[in-house]
């Protein structure tokens, strides 16, 4: 199924925007060239799932300033996608939407937050999904839509992520996935695809892929099925790790039959350190980029968890030499050679959603879908209201003011964003501001030849979706029915 990304008549002043892309069987493809098109990613979600808070009026992409600096110093590694999680319908984006948009980087947006009545819960899923959490994720859409580099919309963030959430969840996810759709269909001017995160616990993710690509009898326009897949995944992990033993050829080897684009939503262990970025020699090589579209790096900036690869004070960012040691590996690609790849263009039936297709013992092959809840159907087919609304705007001075310090610790000077030419995406080199080098490339003596753990247990789920029970429960009942 082909999804054309239209730009949109933003406004009298002429602005250079990104390329539209569009969704061609199993991978994105540049109109224009032809070429198919690899995400080149980082996971933006400054303050991780607590920075999130709407009563503040500031999200990740809600400070210019903040995203002069991220975008320049982007640019300069070759980023050309970022995903945010956490994002707040009702304020304005557009000078953050235009920078990355000037930047050459496309957004990948995620419809669902931490927040009570944000996302659908991983326990007990009908407790969440009624029509005030789908005006929510309506309204995330509706502020986003007419970006035109908003690349595509995440219905959903390792809600599934292991068998006793696998037992309740699927139809559910389901279903908003198809509320979504039909939503963007009715609504929306253009159309952008729709896609689930999912977490790589081998026991729930060949589930997960075939209930999420199926369709209803066959027909690749069923709308409850997802357009695109995308995994979590943290299983190549330290210098000795390779293709084969970081399982990444085992992934490469069954979503070779995938109906729809497969990409990282998220990669890079960070056990041990440091880390070598190796996996991504193996992402863009010849083995993986005819199966897979790339992958988003996770993420920008250091938390708790210790997998940033800036650290931010106050107004102040330093480079971690994570950072450094991923532009110095994305920099020996060859990214011309890269984004003019040919697009498979096969043209692959979607597996038919039937009980047999299912496998695991206790994941739900049921494929009856619940309706929309009370209320939710009307703001389908009319329209939210208010409705968030965004635009491209031109920036006046693409100059970083912001501090930014290497990680030696010397202030930089000169960062600024190089806006591209119309119709140009970003990659490493567009960009040559210096920016420092890693203090040091010594690999550590553990091997971290480690399958299946990487992830450490502590990485904060910016997208928040699996609530606890006890929250769902104590919604208001009076927000259940506001709708209704």
């Not at 040091?440 to 609530?467: E, F, H, I, R």
Request: hydrophobic share 35%; with cysteine; net charge negative.
């Amino acid at each position: 199924m082909l999804f054309k990304s239209l730009l949109l008549a933003l406004c009298a002043t002429a602005v250079n925007a990104v390329p539209s892309l569009q969704v061609n069987g199993t991978d994105f493809v540049n109109p224009d060239t032809g070429k198919k098109f690899q995400i080149v990613g980082i996971a933006y979600q400054p303050g991780g799932s607590a920075g999130y808070d709407p009563k503040t009026g500031k999200d990740p992409l809600s400070h210019a300033d903040t995203c002069l600096r991220d975008a320049a110093l982007m640019q300069v590694m070759g980023v050309n996608t970022i995903r945010v999680y956490n994002l707040d319908p009702d304020i304005n984006h557009d000078d953050c939407a235009s920078i990355f948009n000037a930047a050459g980087i496309y957004m990948i947006i995620d419809v669902n937050s931490p927040l009570v009545g944000e996302a659908i819960t991983s326990y007990e899923p009908w407790t969440s999904y009624y029509a005030k959490y789908l005006n929510h994720t309506f309204a995330v859409v509706e502020a986003f839509s007419s970006y035109p580099n908003t690349l595509l919309f995440f219905s959903g963030n390792e809600v599934i992520n292991d068998l006793p959430s696998a037992k309740d969840v699927p139809p559910y996810l389901r279903a908003v996935t198809r509320d979504i759709k039909n939503y963007i269909k009715n609504n929306i001017k253009r159309t952008i695809p729709v896609g689930y995160s999912a977490a790589d616990v081998r026991e729930v993710l060949w589930d997960t892929w075939n209930y999420m690509q199926c369709a209803e009898n066959g027909k690749s326009n069923d709308m409850s099925r997802a357009d695109i897949f995308a995994l979590n995944s943290y299983s190549w992990c330290g210098p000795k790790a390779t293709y084969e033993s970081s399982t990444f050829k085992d992934l490469t080897d069954k979503f070779k039959d995938t109906s729809v684009p497969v990409f990282f939503s998220e990669y890079g262990c960070n056990k041990p350190q440091p880390r070598l970025w190796n996996e991504t020699l193996a992402i863009y090589g010849d083995k993986m980029a005819p199966v897979f579209s790339g992958g988003v790096v996770y993420q920008w900036t250091q938390e708790d968890n210790n997998y940033g690869l800036v650290e931010i004070k106050d107004d102040t960012l330093t480079i971690m030499d994570d950072y450094n040691r991923l532009k110095a590996r994305w920099a020996g690609l060859q990214w011309k050679t890269i984004q003019a790849q040919d697009p498979s263009n096969k043209k692959v039936s979607p597996p038919e959603c039937e009980s047999n297709l299912i496998l695991e013992k206790g994941f739900d092959n049921n494929f009856t879908l619940p309706v929309p809840p009370p209320g939710a159907q009307k703001l389908i087919d009319d329209g939210i209201k208010p409705k968030p609304s965004g635009k491209i705007v031109k920036i006046s001075d693409y100059n970083v003011k912001l501090t930014v310090k290497d990680a030696s610790g010397k202030t930089l000077s000169g960062l600024k964003v190089v806006p591209l030419k119309d119709d140009e995406f970003n990659w490493s080199g567009k960009n040559e501001a210096e920016t420092g080098n890693a203090s040091s490339d010594n690999s550590t003596n553990s091997s971290g030849d480690n399958g299946k753990g990487g992830k450490s247990g502590d990485k904060d789920n910016a997208a928040g979706l699996t609530l606890p029970m006890t929250w769902a429960v104590a919604l208001p009942l009076a927000a259940m029915m506001m709708f209704a």
